[in-house]
């Protein structure tokens, strides 16, 4: 089988870690940005009086926009520079973020969660399409786990938020962080680049990009509608248990709230950021010896996690439940990991960063109506090990989705 490990891609494996690091920290801004909004509560509503509804509708309103435009910031990615477009979302969030920190009304924060939407939709996409631009082969899947490493570590952060809302000022946080990003748009601008063998988007002889003809040419491939259900039905899955994990351990259990708290989230970031450097490793080395290596990764571990799930749904022993969420943690983010590798096996690689803002804006609408409907469930009194377990059913199709799901190799697609 043929590879792409030639001594000019060799050479360019610093440059490509390289963007890896830069990548990181944009990506850890990236997250610790919109959630840490959520760490806060108390303050924002103590400055600002709104209801607990409006409180809620500031998150709403970000996924929202997020996922409805995530499609055509996935094709600027794709038609235009990404390193520029990276780059400019950075500068424009990371001035919003500022622009918070001066809102005086409700309806003034409203606005800025709104423009953050529009903003960081264009971040995502583009990175990962300039990751595996870059790193092709034996290295793709470890570079966008270590990406997304960056991204858990964005999320785990998002607690400095409350922390300095309540020793300072709810705006101090937004400050801070909307000047560090500025700043590193800057730092981006003198070191972040394309890869060198993608044409540049500029040139006349350049065949330009067109946002219908890409939703055109993905949605006709019969594999990348099954990676659409596929990440569809994650997405339910990933919202549903973590949005009633805490209240799970608390009803179940009886445990207190600080304690089913602390059991829910204490130990799920620090061993999926394992589980997202040993998805990488190994969807990276099977893939050398086997061309599906970067879908049965995922496909497996998924397949770890759905009777993970269900054992913890079904346990009467605290400590069987958070052995086998840990489980869960570790292998149900290496669909995460292997997203992306996957979709350049499956579609056009001009497409690539509008098929992941399709399947993006899919999982945000599908993930927010999960929530959705699992609260109805919740008020007709169906028992969270019964979400759970439909939990783990999901997940068991998921795995199934990617057994059945038919991928094309090459150096290119690799």
Not at 7 to 12: F, G, N
Not at 142 to 165: C, D, E, K, N, P
Not at 299 to 317: E, H
Request: charged share 15%; aromatic share 12%.
């Amino acid at each position: 089988m043929k590879t792409d490990q030639t001594p000019t891609h060799s050479k360019l494996l610093p440059k490509a870690w390289l963007m890896v690091i830069l990548l990181c920290v944009v990506g850890c801004l990236n997250y610790l940005d919109r959630i840490m909004i959520t760490t806060m509560r108390e303050s924002i509503v103590d400055a600002l009086p709104m209801t607990d509804a409006q409180f809620g509708l500031l998150t709403s309103v970000f996924l929202w926009v997020y996922g409805l435009l995530s499609p055509f910031a996935g094709f600027l990615a794709d038609r235009f520079n990404r390193s520029h477009v990276i780059i400019a979302s950075l500068f424009v969030w990371s001035i919003v973020t500022y622009l918070t920190a001066h809102a005086t009304s409700f309806e003034e924060l409203l606005v800025t969660r709104a423009l953050m939407g529009v903003s960081e939709a264009c971040y995502l996409p583009a990175a990962l399409a300039l990751i595996t631009d870059y790193h092709k082969g034996g290295t793709r899947s470890l570079a966008t786990g270590i990406h997304m490493g960056g991204v858990m570590v964005g999320q785990s952060l998002g607690f400095l938020g409350g922390w300095i809302a309540e020793r300072h000022h709810w705006t101090d946080a937004f400050s801070v962080f909307g000047a560090i990003g500025v700043v590193y748009a800057f730092v981006l601008a003198l070191l972040l680049r394309d890869a060198p063998d993608r044409p540049d988007s500029t040139e006349p002889a350049v065949e330009k990009v067109n946002f219908f003809e890409a939703i055109k040419d993905l949605f006709k491939r019969k594999s990348f509608i099954l990676l659409l259900v596929f990440w569809g039905l994650l997405g339910i899955v990933g919202w549903m248990i973590m949005g009633w994990l805490p209240t799970y351990y608390k009803e179940h259990f009886n445990l207190s709230q600080a304690l089913a708290g602390l059991y829910a989230t204490g130990y799920i970031y620090p061993v999926s950021l394992v589980g997202v450097l040993l998805g990488g490793i190994l969807a990276d080395y099977w893939a050398k010896k086997n061309p599906r290596g970067r879908v049965l990764v995922p496909a497996i571990g998924l397949a770890i996690a759905a009777p993970a799930i269900f054992i913890a749904s079904s346990t009467g022993v605290v400590y069987i439940a958070i052995i086998c969420f840990m489980f869960y943690a570790l292998t149900r983010i290496f669909s995460d990991v292997n997203l992306m590798p996957i979709l350049c096996m499956v579609s056009d690689k001009r497409y690539r960063a509008t098929g992941y803002g399709v399947l993006n804006m899919f999982a945000c609408i599908v993930g927010g109506a999960g929530i959705y409907v699992s609260g109805i469930m919740r008020d007709a009194d169906v028992d969270l090990s019964i979400l759970f377990k439909i939990a783990a059913g999901s997940m068991l199709l998921c795995a199934a989705i990617l057994f059945t799901l038919k991928v094309k190799y090459s150096d290119e697609q690799a």
